[in-house]
């Protein structure tokens, strides 16, 4: 009675440990009444293994295989956030406009970013990623500046966005 009740409590902990994922306790030895070497065969990772065992007791084998994660990060493509001349605004308030909206641009930086538009009718403001492009390109439309956004790759040179 009391090797039943021990054979179940065994199982009930073993039960419990498989189910967490933790095992503290080894399987149940599976008894055989036959005393000579048994042969078993294992389907592991796509190869039999085979391992002869005394007393009927059989051992799983696991074969480490390494997986390999195929991400391929593509590289994040670049974005310009380009300002257009409107003959509205003044300088002084363009200015203040682009040192509020794009953070890293100081005074100096936002003036000839002023003085490029002006006489070239356009000029990048910054280069950044897509997602901080589109937020800068709002920010200074909420201003009542002409922006837009394009990929850097269809630019050949100009103004970076005070050496970004």
């Known amino acids: 009675m009391i090797s039943r009740a021990l054979r179940v409590l065994v199982l009930l902990v073993s039960w419990l440990c498989l189910s967490s994922g933790f095992s503290v306790i080894p399987p149940p030895r599976v008894l055989s009444n036959t005393a000579s070497a ?3 065969s294992l389907y592991m990772s796509d190869r039999e293994r085979t391992r002869s065992t005394k007393k009927g007791v059989s051992t799983i084998i696991k074969d480490k295989t390494e997986t390999k994660a195929e991400e391929q990060k593509k590289k994040e493509e670049m974005w310009r956030v380009v300002l257009h001349n ?13 040192c509020k909206v794009v953070g890293t641009l100081d005074r100096k ?56």
């Open 86 to 98: 409107d003959e509205v605004h003044t300088f002084n308030y363009v200015i203040r406009s682009l």
């Open 38 to 40: 048994s042969s078993t």
């Open 109 to 164: 930086a936002s003036f000839e970013i002023c003085v490029q538009t002006h006489g070239n009718g356009k000029a990048t403001v910054t280069k950044t990623w897509k997602k901080q492009a589109e937020q800068f390109c709002l920010g200074l439309q909420r201003q009542g500046l002409t922006v837009s956004i394009s990929p850097d790759e269809d630019f050949d040179g100009g103004h970076s966005g005070g050496g970004l």
